[in-house]
């Protein structure tokens, strides 16, 4: 049977590379921004954790810790390591048989299937690592690419039988 374990292991794996590189930038790289100043490195850095801490909660009832966008190397590192642990969570949580999960957002009282809310994970932390690398590529800092974080090079990078 196909699992989201794939997507979500992809995703796990993505983050931390990317963190780990952004760790390596100046730390004004974190308040770089496209166009709208609020969405800077940082705080797209900072939002992938707050899905995540979303994720947790509408799954496993987990309470999100307070959370502030970093504005160096240490704080991005405090950020990958915490997103380490909640992402184990979340590939544990997709060998769980799938069940409709309630609660209530900014639209109201709402249900979903927890696939639907796992498969929303990779989905989101895709689309920040892409403003991401967006933002870093307009004001010309150009030694991330997206394509190193693609599900190719995780599966060549991580699949030792293909190795």
């Not at 760790?23 to 954790?49: A, Q, Y």
């Not at 639907?116 to 307009?138: D, K, M, T």
Request: glycine letters at 4%.
């Amino acid at each position: 049977m196909i699992s989201l374990e794939t997507s979500l292991s992809h995703m796990a794996w993505a983050d931390n590379k990317l963190f780990t590189e952004i760790k390596r930038l100046p730390n004004e790289s974190l308040s770089l921004f496209g166009h709208d100043s609020e969405w800077t490195v940082g705080r797209n850095l900072m939002h992938i954790l707050q899905g995540v801490q979303w994720y947790r909660f509408l799954l496993l009832g987990s309470q999100s810790s307070d959370l502030k966008v970093p504005t160096s190397a240490a704080e991005v590192e405090l950020l990958r390591v915490q997103l380490s642990d909640m992402y184990e969570s979340l590939i544990v949580a997709a060998t769980q048989p799938d069940a409709m999960v309630e609660f209530e957002d900014e639209g109201g009282k709402r249900c979903a299937p927890r696939s639907v809310v796992l498969s929303q994970a990779p989905y989101h932390a895709a689309e920040h690592r892409a403003n991401i690398v967006g933002i870093l590529h307009a004001h010309g800092e150009r030694s991330i690419h997206l394509d190193d974080y693609d599900v190719w090079a995780w599966y060549y990078e991580t699949q030792t039988e293909t190795k």
